[in-house]
């Protein structure tokens, strides 16, 4: 039975897990803003950035099946649900929602996810940088008006 699933782990290896950064144009990012202040920039570096823009970082661990099949679909999903890579691309309402639900989500401890942080220590938020995120947030949905 352990040699099958040796067997089993070894052959995983071997299936892609198609990680990739697609290109982005200049200028379109959120952090490309000038209204994106340093310290904002910093919090979307180290706790959104994976999961969230085209330039994920790929540690490792992302190139050993199963591992690497569950990053990739957080990746996948982050990107499907909110790429800031991309962020000209979308429409004021759509950006509104989003940074909306930027501050709700990390004041309600959801985002970043729960799991990247156990790898991820570092991404963690502590209270300032909720506040820095919900108070620049706030201010940005009020420059779409």
């Excluded at 499907?80 to 990390?106: A, V």
Aim: hydrophobic residues 35%; contains cysteine.
């Amino acid at each position: 039975m352990l040699a099958v699933v040796l067997i089993l782990l070894i052959g995983a290896q071997f299936v892609g897990a198609g990680r990739t950064n697609p290109p982005s144009r200049p200028g379109a990012s959120l952090v490309a803003l000038k209204a994106t202040p340093p310290d904002v920039r910093a919090i979307l570096d180290r706790s959104c950035r994976d999961c969230h823009s085209n330039d994920t970082r790929w540690p490792w661990y992302s190139h050993v099946a199963p591992v690497s099949w569950v990053l990739l679909q957080h990746v996948h999903e982050g990107r499907d649900r909110m790429n800031y890579s991309e962020w000209t691309s979308y429409d004021s309402d759509d950006q509104d929602k989003f940074l909306n639900s930027m501050c709700s989500l990390t004041k309600k401890r959801r985002m970043p996810l729960p799991s990247y942080l156990w790898i991820h220590r570092d991404a963690r938020l502590s209270d300032g940088d909720v506040k820095t995120l919900c108070a620049w947030s706030d201010k940005m949905r009020d420059t779409l008006q």
